[in-house]
């Protein structure tokens, strides 16, 4: 009885190691860049959870100001305002105006750098890039949607990873990049190097707003399976 026991653990032991002791890993060369054909790899150690997913959506869709209302609450607002003035000037200026509220992209960027690091974008630079955020999904002609976000700007400090594009450039301190794969796990990748970020509303995440329209960054992007490797060097 014993025996089965504990060959039942191992059993549910099994998957949970598996988990645990591989990773995802996407290759692919740059394209559309001042020096396109660079090699990249991408490991990821796992998937975002739901949860996690949660405020980086919430960044891009802050809930709506309040309305204004009505006379007497201007009315209120403004004697409110006064007295605040009036103890500032008498005592030492405590409770100045309320800081402005950040904007959709600047607060996103704050979640993506409060966000656990589940990954790793490396390029020929000496760092890489932290992949804070990983999400896919199964498209209906059997490929493959794939969602990941740094907390860095790519080729920030690389000139060749400049996008030689006519497009207008974002000025995002992130990267969202989308990759969408055939059926043989293969495709393209896009990013918000020279396209905006939005919402998702129904796979419920952050995504490119024109994926269709942006140029490939990213090319013959190959996704596999693999044991997992220990980081040598930390990206910043």
């Known amino acids: ?59 891009l869709n802050p809930p709506p100001a309040r309305s204004g ?18 103890r500032g000037a008498r005592g030492r200026g405590r409770g100045g105006a309320a800081p402005a509220p950040l904007s959709p992209t600047a607060a996103l960027a704050q979640a993506l750098g409060r966000a656990p690091t589940i990954g790793y974008l490396w390029t020929a630079d000496v760092t ?20 990941l976000a740094s907390d860095r ?27 969408r794969l055939d059926g043989k796990g293969v495709g393209e990748g896009r990013t918000s190097l020279t396209t905006k970020v939005v919402v998702d509303p129904d796979a419920k995440t952050v995504a490119l707003e024109s994926y269709q329209a942006a140029p490939a960054i990213l090319r013959n992007v190959k996704a596999s399976e693999a044991p997992r490797q220990s980081v040598q060097a930390s990206p910043r």
């Open 1 to 59: 009885m014993r025996s089965v026991f504990v060959a039942l653990l191992v059993a549910l032991a099994l998957p949970l190691v598996s988990a645990q002791t591989s990773e995802t890993v996407f290759t692919a060369t740059s394209a559309n860049v001042a020096e396109p054909g660079s090699p990249v790899k991408i490991r990821l150690q796992r998937w975002s959870t739901p949860e996690e997913a949660t405020p980086l959506v919430a960044a």
């Open 128 to 147: 890489g890039y932290s992949i804070k955020y990983a999400y896919r999904t199964q498209m209906p002609d059997g490929g493959e949607r794939v969602i």
């Open 153 to 179: 700007r790519l080729g920030t400090h690389t000139a060749g990873w400049q996008p030689a594009v006519k497009e207008p450039l974002t000025d995002y301190e992130f990267t969202i990049i989308e990759i």
């Open 69 to 86: 209302g009505g006379p007497g609450d201007a009315a209120g607002r403004a004697a409110g305002a006064g007295r605040a003035g009036g």
